[in-house]
């Protein structure tokens, strides 16, 4: 996201909707963590999140994707005005930072469990190694 940013750099307007859509990904990877089904188990560490929502993500960027391609194959070389590249679209970057900030927040939240879990085990596992010295 952030060269997207740096190429996108003089279209100001583009890289506000790229961050006003990474803001609302994370929104949106907020819900998707409440809704993941996360299970610490004796064989390690699992969670199954709701298929639909990335699912939805993606196809949005890749149907933007697919419209901004047909576009431009689509559109005369000779017109006066020529449509403006992909990095510059301000809608195409808003829905890129949705995907891309819905994923990285996404991550954050699993690595945050993952870590709060085998904080949880390590507590648990001192505190049973103390009540094992205590009863010896």
Do not use: C
């Amino acid at each position: 996201m952030l060269l997207v940013a740096v190429l996108a750099w003089p279209h100001v307007e583009a890289i506000e909707r790229l961050l006003g859509g990474a803001a609302a990904g994370a929104l949106l990877a907020q819900y998707g963590l409440r809704i993941t089904h996360f299970e610490p188990t004796r064989q390690g560490l699992f969670y199954t999140p709701k298929a639909w929502l990335g699912i939805t993500l993606s196809l949005l960027f890749a149907g933007r994707i697919a419209y901004r391609v047909a576009q431009l194959l689509l559109t005369d070389p000779l017109a006066q005005v020529q449509p403006p590249g992909i990095l510059q679209s301000p809608l195409t970057l808003a829905i890129f930072g949705l995907l891309a900030g819905y994923n990285t927040a996404y991550a954050i939240g699993l690595l945050r469990w993952r870590r709060g879990v085998l904080a949880r085990a390590r507590k648990r596992d001192q505190l049973a190694a103390e009540a094992g010295k205590v009863d010896a």
